[in-house]
Nanobody, 127 residues
């Protein structure tokens, strides 16, 4: 599975953005997807995840209630809707597919749980 994130940009605090993750591969529908972010000088951390069929989702405490992850397997797409953005949300955002099909982890997931990474998209939130 190959992934590519897009939709980043510059937005004022309180604004919204929707990131998209386009996937290739006929087996995309069997892989969970995670959204990670990495701010300058910081580690890459998981902010949201969605099970292969969309049946379960996860959002980190820092974004819970503001970010929503969804997917459309018919279109091989995963989305991250980001509302009420804060300057501390500024980072490069990446989408990644789980390391194996029908594999899902949420809280406590690390990069090791994901096997395919797309190029990131930069989100900048101004105050």
């Amino acid at each position: 599975v190959q992934l590519q994130a897009s939709g980043g940009g510059l937005v004022q605090a309180g604004g919204s953005l929707r990131l998209s993750c386009a996937a290739s591969g006929r087996t995309f529908g069997s892989y969970s997807v995670g959204w990670f972010r990495q701010a300058p000088g910081e580690e890459r951390t998981l902010v949201a995840a969605i099970m292969w069929d969309g049946g379960r989702t996860y959002a980190a405490d820092s974004v819970k209630g503001r970010f929503t992850v969804s997917r459309d397997n018919a279109k091989n797409m995963v989305y991250l809707q980001m509302n009420s953005l804060k300057p501390e949300d500024t980072a490069v955002y990446y989408c990644a597919a789980s390391k194996a099909p029908y594999y899902y982890t949420a809280s406590g997931s690390t990069e090791a749980d994901f096997g395919s990474w797309g190029r990131g998209t930069l989100v900048t939130v101004s105050s």
